[in-house]
């Protein structure tokens, strides 16, 4: 049987949008919609929060997730992610327990639900895809980016493709920044969550919202409005 386990990380320094990972929304602290989809999808046999702060502790305890403490060291604004998925599995096993998947969710996108959880941790197949991600269309053609110079000039990133219809791309996906999967193995030997056989389930737009910045919950209302009517 495939054991499972599902980390949330979610430090409490952002500076963007202070206290984001535990905000208001919809009368419930935004981690939790996290929180309950990972419990809801019936997969994991742990549901973990790291964490250095003693309030989003406190809010993820109260909705049914394990609170494993993270180290100062490793919730700088400028400490990348991968170091703490890798520290987290390693005192895992240090306690005696190992896994075989790991499911990362990312604390501050409520929109996503239990199913899209379940269909990213399907992907994986030991071998084939030991790495998945949640993915969304681009909402404007990315092959039609823009680049400006100091002086404010603008040039095509892509200079063969910017004049090109969007039917003759190929089709664009970029991650959501709210699910990852891997194989454990595959993440400790590649040490990232784009490894070489990476497949994604592909989201909708407003199931995709991550919270990064005040405009960003403006959006998720909406949104969350909108699928409640």
């Given at each position: 049987m495939t054991k499972r386990c599902a980390l949330i990380p979610a430090r409490g320094g952002s500076k963007r949008l202070p206290g984001k990972n535990i905000v208001d929304f919809f009368g419930k602290p935004i981690?939790?919609?996290?929180?309950?989809?990972a419990m809801g999808s019936g997969l994991f046999e742990r549901v973990c929060v790291t964490t250095e702060d003693d309030g989003i502790a406190a809010v993820s305890t109260r909705?049914?997730?394990?609170?494993i403490s993270r180290r100062r060291e490793m919730a700088g604004d400028d400490v990348p992610l991968i170091?703490?998925?890798?520290?987290?599995?390693?005192?895992?096993e240090h306690e005696g327990r190992t896994y075989d998947e790991l499911c990362v969710l990312m604390a501050t996108a409520p929109m996503r639900n239990a199913q899209d959880i379940r269909d990213v941790m399907a992907l994986l197949k030991p071998g084939t895809c030991e790495f998945s991600m949640a993915v969304t269309e681009y909402g404007l053609s990315p092959h039609q980016a823009l680049i400006a110079d100091n002086n404010g000039t603008l040039r095509a990133a892509w200079p063969e493709l910017v004049n090109k219809?969007?039917?003759?791309?190929p089709k664009y996906l970029c991650d959501n920044g709210s699910t990852y999967g891997f194989i454990v193995d595959g993440l400790k030997r590649e040490k990232t969550f784009y490894g070489k056989t990476l497949k994604g389930h592909v989201m909708p737009r407003r199931r995709s919202v991550?919270?990064?910045?005040?405009?960003?919950m403006e959006i998720l209302e909406l949104f969350a409005g909108s699928s409640n009517s």
């Amino acid at each position: 049987m495939t054991k499972r386990c599902a980390l949330i990380p979610a430090r409490g320094g952002s500076k963007r949008l202070p206290g984001k990972n535990i905000v208001d929304f919809f009368g419930k602290p935004i981690i939790a919609y996290t929180i309950e989809a990972a419990m809801g999808s019936g997969l994991f046999e742990r549901v973990c929060v790291t964490t250095e702060d003693d309030g989003i502790a406190a809010v993820s305890t109260r909705h049914g997730a394990s609170v494993i403490s993270r180290r100062r060291e490793m919730a700088g604004d400028d400490v990348p992610l991968i170091p703490v998925v890798l520290d987290f599995i390693e005192n895992e096993e240090h306690e005696g327990r190992t896994y075989d998947e790991l499911c990362v969710l990312m604390a501050t996108a409520p929109m996503r639900n239990a199913q899209d959880i379940r269909d990213v941790m399907a992907l994986l197949k030991p071998g084939t895809c030991e790495f998945s991600m949640a993915v969304t269309e681009y909402g404007l053609s990315p092959h039609q980016a823009l680049i400006a110079d100091n002086n404010g000039t603008l040039r095509a990133a892509w200079p063969e493709l910017v004049n090109k219809q969007e039917q003759d791309v190929p089709k664009y996906l970029c991650d959501n920044g709210s699910t990852y999967g891997f194989i454990v193995d595959g993440l400790k030997r590649e040490k990232t969550f784009y490894g070489k056989t990476l497949k994604g389930h592909v989201m909708p737009r407003r199931r995709s919202v991550d919270l990064n910045e005040p405009e960003d919950m403006e959006i998720l209302e909406l949104f969350a409005g909108s699928s409640n009517s």
